[in-house]
C-alpha cells in the first residue's frame, strides 16, 4: 500500500463532472492521511494490497448515492466549519420508543424539541436487534436497517429530512465494536462459514483468553463478567467484553474495516449528521493492555474521519470512550491527523456529580483547566449530565489517587441514599464491595427533586431545582455541545417499575416520555414547570452569549469561598463572562472578585450581583464597565 499515492480517480468514472471534482479536492490531503493509517493498520497483510482500491470504489458509490440535499449541506458545513461549536447548539438524547413510540411518533413530536431549543437530535439505536434481551438496542442485528418495531428506512429519511427542515442534526449510533450473535455475519460463522468465522475474535481453548484476562478490566463485572463466551455451534470462545450475545468484531482484519466504513456511509446517506461511535475504545485488542484505547483505535478513527470527509464533510464523528480524560483527549486526533470531531467528557460529567455530592470543586476545576476546550481546533466535548448509561465513577480513580476506591464508594453510597443527609434517590451498578463502579437514575431523582415531591417538602424541592440549575448552568456555561437527556428537561424521575421488569439496572433511567402530563411544563407551579423555566431561561441566555462559542477559553479562577466554582470565558470579541457556582448546601459570599466583574450584572436573573450566593446558586456575570 503505498500511502503517497494520489486518489484512484478510475473508481471516479461514473460520477457526474462536477461531484468528481468536488470528491477529488476534498480527497487532498484526507486520502493520504487515511491510507497511510490504512497501511499502518493492514499494510502487512496480503489480503489488504488492493484495500486503498476497494475503498474508493466504496466512496464513489456512496458519493453518487448522496442526495442533492446532503450534498449542499456539505458544502455549507465546508463553508462554516465551526458551525457545531457556536452557543446556539444544544442536544437531546433519546430511545426513539421511550419518548415516542416509533419514528412517525418522533416525527410528530419535534415541536416540542423546538420549543426546547434542540439542535442536535441523538437517537439510540434504532436497528434490528438481537431477539430478547439486545443491551438497550446495542446487540445489533442488522447495522443497515430500522427495527420494524420503529419504522423503515423510508421513515428515518423522513424524520432527518423534517429535522433538517428545523435546523436539527440527526445523530445516529455507529455500533462498531461489534455485532449481535443473531447478526448474519455470527449466524454465517456458527454456520461454518470462514470468512465470517475471521470477523470475529475467537479462540479453541482458554490458554489465550486467560492470558488476556489477567489484565482486563470488566465494564459488566457483576451481570456479564468475563470477556469471553463459549459457544457451542464454534466449538470456540467468543470474544465478548460487553454481554455474551455481542460478538467483538476483530479489527485486524482489513474486511471488517470495509464493511464498517460501507455501514458508516449508509448512516450519512440516510441523513446521520454525528455519528455516535459506541463503544470506541475496545475496537483493537493487545495481550498485556486493558483492551482500551490501543493506538491502532486512534489509525482506525482517523481514517474513518478521513474517508468520510471525502463523501459527507458536514458529518460528525462523536467517540463514546467512556475512560479518563487524559485517554479521551486523542480521541481528537492532532492537528494534521484529525480525529473525532466530538467526544463525550464523562469525567466532567462525574466529577460534576462528585462535587455536587461532596461540596469539593477540585476535581471540576482541574478537569476544566486541563482539558476544555480541547486543543485541536474544530472540535469539542460533548457535554451531559445524564444519559441512558450510569453515571461510570471509574474514570476519576486516576484523578483522585490513593483514596479513589473509598471517596467514589462513599459518593455512590450517597448518590444510593445510603448517607445521613443524603437527597438521592438513585442506585449502585455493577458495583461490588468497596468497589464503586456506577450509578443509576434519572437526574431529578438523583438531585432530590423526586424524593422533595414524594415527601411534599417545599424547600427540599426548591433546593433540588437549585441543584438541576447549577448543574445545567455550569454545563451550559462550558465549552462543548451540550447534550440533555430525554426528560431531564421536565424533571422526569426514575422508572423502579422498569428496572423491575428487566435484568439490567440501567432501566432505572430508561423511563417512558410522559406526553399525559408534559402540558405542566407551562404552569411554573408545578415541579415540571419549574424545572422547564429554568432549563429555557439557561438556554435562550446561553445562546446571546458570543463568550460561550466553543472555541473560547474557559479559565478556572482561585476564589477564596469553599466549594465555589468560578469560570471565565473571554472571548477576542464581545464581552467576558464570569460563572460562579456555589456547589455547597451553605451561602456563601464572595468578596475577591476579579477587578473586571467587580460591578457586575447576573445576565440569568438581570440582578446586580451583591456577592451573595445562597446554597447551590450559579450566576452568570458580565461586567457592568
Ligand atoms: C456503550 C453504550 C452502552 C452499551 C455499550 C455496549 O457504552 O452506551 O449502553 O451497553 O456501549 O454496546
Same mark, same amino acid.
Given at each position: 500500500?503505498?500511502?503517497?499515492?494520489?486518489?484512484?480517480?478510475?473508481?471516479?468514472?461514473?460520477?457526474?463532472?462536477?461531484?468528481?471534482?468536488?470528491?477529488?479536492?476534498?480527497?487532498?490531503?484526507?486520502?493520504?492521511?487515511?491510507?497511510?493509517?490504512?497501511?499502518?493498520?493492514?499494510?502487512?497483510?496480503?489480503?489488504?494490497?488492493?484495500?486503498?482500491?476497494?475503498?474508493?470504489?466504496?466512496?464513489?458509490?456512496?458519493?453518487?448515492?448522496?442526495?442533492?440535499?446532503?450534498?449542499?449541506?456539505?458544502?455549507?458545513?465546508?463553508?462554516?466549519?465551526?458551525?457545531?461549536?457556536?452557543?446556539?447548539?444544544?442536544?437531546?438524547?433519546?430511545?426513539?420508543?421511550?419518548?415516542?413510540?416509533?419514528?412517525?411518533?418522533?416525527?410528530?413530536?419535534?415541536?416540542?424539541?423546538?420549543?426546547?431549543?434542540?439542535?442536535?437530535?441523538?437517537?439510540?439505536?434504532?436497528?434490528?436487534?438481537?431477539?430478547?434481551?439486545?443491551?438497550?438496542?446495542?446487540?445489533?442485528?442488522?447495522?443497515?436497517?430500522?427495527?420494524?418495531?420503529?419504522?423503515?428506512?423510508?421513515?428515518?429519511?423522513?424524520?432527518?429530512?423534517?429535522?433538517?427542515?428545523?435546523?436539527?442534526?440527526?445523530?445516529?449510533?455507529?455500533?462498531?465494536?461489534?455485532?449481535?450473535?443473531?447478526?448474519?455475519?455470527?449466524?454465517?460463522?456458527?454456520?461454518?462459514?470462514?470468512?465470517?468465522?475471521?470477523?470475529?475474535?475467537?479462540?479453541?481453548?482458554?490458554?489465550?483468553?486467560?492470558?488476556?484476562?489477567?489484565?482486563?478490566?470488566?465494564?459488566?463485572?457483576?451481570?456479564?463478567?468475563?470477556?469471553?463466551?463459549?459457544?457451542?455451534?464454534?466449538?470456540?470462545?467468543?470474544?465478548?467484553?460487553?454481554?455474551?450475545?455481542?460478538?467483538?468484531?476483530?479489527?485486524?482484519?482489513?474486511?471488517?474495516?470495509?464493511?464498517?466504513?460501507?455501514?458508516?456511509?449508509?448512516?450519512?446517506?440516510?441523513?446521520?449528521?454525528?455519528?455516535?461511535?459506541?463503544?470506541?475504545?475496545?475496537?483493537?485488542?493487545?495481550?498485556?493492555?486493558?483492551?482500551?484505547?490501543?493506538?491502532?483505535?486512534?489509525?482506525?478513527?482517523?481514517?474513518?474521519?478521513?474517508?468520510?470527509?471525502?463523501?459527507?464533510?458536514?458529518?460528525?464523528?462523536?467517540?463514546?470512550?467512556?475512560?479518563?480524560?487524559?485517554?479521551?483527549?486523542?480521541?481528537?486526533?492532532?492537528?494534521?491527523?484529525?480525529?473525532?470531531?466530538?467526544?463525550?467528557?464523562?469525567?466532567?460529567?462525574?466529577?460534576?456529580?462528585?462535587?455536587?455530592?461532596?461540596?469539593?470543586?477540585?476535581?471540576?476545576?482541574r478537569t476544566i483547566s486541563q482539558t476544555m476546550p480541547p486543543s485541536v481546533p474544530s472540535t469539542?466535548?460533548?457535554?451531559?449530565?445524564?444519559?441512558?448509561?450510569?453515571?461510570?465513577?471509574?474514570?476519576?480513580?486516576?484523578?483522585?489517587?490513593?483514596?479513589?476506591? @473509598?471517596?467514589?464508594? /462513599? #459518593? +455512590? *453510597?450517597?448518590?444510593?441514599?445510603?448517607?445521613?443527609? !443524603?437527597?438521592?434517590?438513585? =442506585?449502585?451498578?455493577?458495583?461490588?464491595?468497596?468497589?464503586?463502579?456506577?450509578?443509576?437514575?434519572?437526574?431529578?431523582?438523583?438531585?432530590?427533586?423526586?424524593?422533595?415531591?414524594?415527601?411534599?417538602?417545599?424547600?427540599?424541592?426548591?433546593?433540588?431545582?437549585?441543584?438541576?440549575?447549577?448543574?445545567?448552568?455550569?454545563?451550559?456555561?462550558?465549552?462543548?455541545?451540550?447534550?440533555?437527556?430525554?426528560?431531564?428537561?421536565?424533571?422526569?424521575?426514575?422508572?423502579?417499575?422498569?428496572?423491575?421488569?428487566?435484568?439490567?439496572?440501567?432501566?432505572?433511567?430508561?423511563?417512558?416520555?410522559?406526553?399525559?402530563?408534559?402540558?405542566?411544563?407551562?404552569?411554573?407551579?408545578?415541579?415540571?414547570?419549574?424545572?422547564?423555566?429554568?432549563?429555557?431561561?439557561?438556554?435562550?441566555?446561553?445562546?446571546?452569549?458570543? @463568550?460561550?462559542?466553543? /472555541? #473560547? +477559553? *474557559?479559565?478556572?479562577?482561585?476564589?477564596?469561598?469553599? !466549594?465555589?466554582?468560578?469560570? =471565565?470565558?473571554?472571548?477576542?470579541?464581545?464581552?467576558?463572562?464570569?460563572?460562579?457556582?456555589?456547589?455547597?448546601?451553605?451561602?456563601?459570599?464572595?468578596?475577591?472578585?476579579?477587578?473586571?466583574?467587580?460591578?457586575?450584572?447576573?445576565?440569568?436573573?438581570?440582578?446586580?450581583?451583591?456577592?451573595?450566593?445562597?446554597?447551590?446558586?450559579?450566576?452568570?456575570?458580565?461586567?457592568?464597565?
Amino acid at each position: 500500500m503505498n500511502p503517497d499515492g494520489p486518489f484512484p480517480v478510475e473508481a471516479l468514472a461514473a460520477l457526474p463532472e462536477d461531484r468528481r471534482t468536488t470528491v477529488l479536492r476534498r480527497a487532498d490531503p484526507r486520502w493520504r492521511r487515511a491510507v497511510s493509517a490504512m497501511s499502518t493498520l493492514y499494510g502487512a497483510r496480503a489480503d489488504a494490497e488492493d484495500l486503498p482500491l476497494r475503498v474508493a470504489m466504496r466512496l464513489a458509490d456512496a458519493v453518487s448515492e448522496r442526495r442533492d440535499d446532503l450534498w449542499h449541506l456539505d458544502a455549507e458545513r465546508e463553508r462554516t466549519p465551526d458551525w457545531f461549536l457556536k452557543p446556539d447548539m444544544l442536544g437531546y438524547s433519546t430511545y426513539v420508543d421511550r419518548f415516542a413510540d416509533d419514528l412517525r411518533g418522533l416525527t410528530d413530536r419535534l415541536d416540542y424539541l423546538t420549543e426546547l431549543g434542540v439542535t442536535y437530535l441523538h437517537l439510540l439505536p434504532l436497528y434490528p436487534t438481537q431477539p430478547g434481551d439486545s443491551d438497550g438496542g446495542f446487540a445489533v442485528a442488522n447495522h443497515r436497517a430500522v427495527h420494524p418495531r420503529l419504522g423503515s428506512e423510508a421513515d428515518l429519511v423522513a424524520l432527518s429530512k423534517a429535522l433538517r427542515a428545523r435546523g436539527i442534526s440527526l445523530g445516529l449510533d455507529f455500533v462498531l465494536n461489534h455485532t449481535a450473535e443473531a447478526h448474519p455475519w455470527a449466524q454465517a460463522a456458527q454456520q461454518g462459514n470462514q470468512r465470517f468465522r475471521s470477523f470475529y475474535l475467537t479462540f479453541e481453548d482458554r490458554s489465550l483468553p486467560d492470558q488476556y484476562e489477567t489484565t482486563l478490566t470488566e465494564v459488566f463485572p457483576s451481570t456479564a463478567p468475563g470477556h469471553f463466551t463459549w459457544n457451542e455451534a464454534l466449538q470456540r470462545y467468543v470474544w465478548t467484553t460487553f454481554y455474551p450475545f455481542q460478538w467483538d468484531l476483530d479489527w485486524t482484519n482489513p474486511q471488517v474495516f470495509e464493511a464498517m466504513l460501507d455501514t458508516a456511509l449508509w448512516l450519512a446517506n440516510v441523513g446521520g449528521e454525528v455519528l455516535r461511535l459506541d463503544s470506541a475504545a475496545f475496537l483493537w485488542k493487545r495481550l498485556g493492555t486493558d483492551g482500551r484505547n490501543q493506538p491502532e483505535v486512534h489509525l482506525v478513527l482517523q481514517a474513518f474521519r478521513a474517508l468520510l470527509g471525502i463523501v459527507a464533510p458536514g458529518v460528525l464523528l462523536k467517540a463514546e470512550a467512556i475512560v479518563a480524560a487524559r485517554e479521551v483527549v486523542p480521541y481528537f486526533g492532532r492537528q494534521h491527523a484529525p480525529g473525532c470531531d466530538l467526544a463525550y467528557h464523562n469525567t466532567l460529567m462525574a466529577s460534576l456529580w462528585y462535587g455536587l455530592a461532596t461540596g469539593d470543586p477540585t476535581l471540576v476545576e482541574r478537569t476544566i483547566s486541563q482539558t476544555m476546550p480541547p486543543s485541536v481546533p474544530s472540535t469539542t466535548w460533548a457535554t451531559y449530565l445524564r444519559c441512558h448509561d450510569d453515571i461510570g465513577w471509574w474514570p476519576l480513580i486516576v484523578e483522585l489517587g490513593a483514596e479513589a476506591d @473509598a471517596r467514589l464508594a /462513599e #459518593v +455512590a *453510597a450517597f448518590y444510593a441514599g445510603e448517607r445521613p443527609g !443524603s437527597f438521592a434517590w438513585g =442506585r449502585s451498578f455493577q458495583s461490588q464491595e468497596g468497589d464503586a463502579h456506577g450509578t443509576n437514575g434519572m437526574l431529578a431523582s438523583l438531585v432530590g427533586l423526586q424524593r422533595a415531591l414524594e415527601i411534599t417538602h417545599p424547600t427540599e424541592r426548591a433546593l433540588a431545582v437549585a441543584r438541576i440549575r447549577l448543574l445545567h448552568g455550569l454545563l451550559l456555561g462550558l465549552p462543548g455541545l451540550p447534550v440533555l437527556y430525554m426528560g431531564d428537561e421536565i424533571g422526569l424521575g426514575n422508572d423502579p417499575a422498569e428496572a423491575a421488569r428487566q435484568a439490567d439496572g440501567r432501566w432505572l433511567h430508561r423511563p417512558r416520555f410522559p406526553w399525559s402530563h408534559v402540558h405542566r411544563r407551562l404552569d411554573p407551579a408545578t415541579p415540571e414547570g419549574q424545572v422547564w423555566s429554568t432549563l429555557r431561561t439557561l438556554i435562550s441566555h446561553r445562546r446571546a452569549q458570543p @463568550a460561550l462559542h466553543s /472555541e #473560547v +477559553a *474557559a479559565a478556572v479562577v482561585p476564589m477564596a469561598a469553599p !466549594s465555589v466554582v468560578a469560570i =471565565r470565558r473571554s472571548p477576542n470579541a464581545g464581552a467576558p463572562l464570569l460563572i460562579l457556582g456555589n456547589l455547597s448546601s451553605e451561602e456563601r459570599t464572595i468578596d475577591d472578585l476579579p477587578d473586571r466583574f467587580a460591578t457586575s450584572t447576573d445576565v440569568l436573573s438581570g440582578v446586580p450581583f451583591d456577592g451573595w450566593l445562597p446554597p447551590y446558586h450559579i450566576v452568570w456575570l458580565t461586567s457592568d464597565d
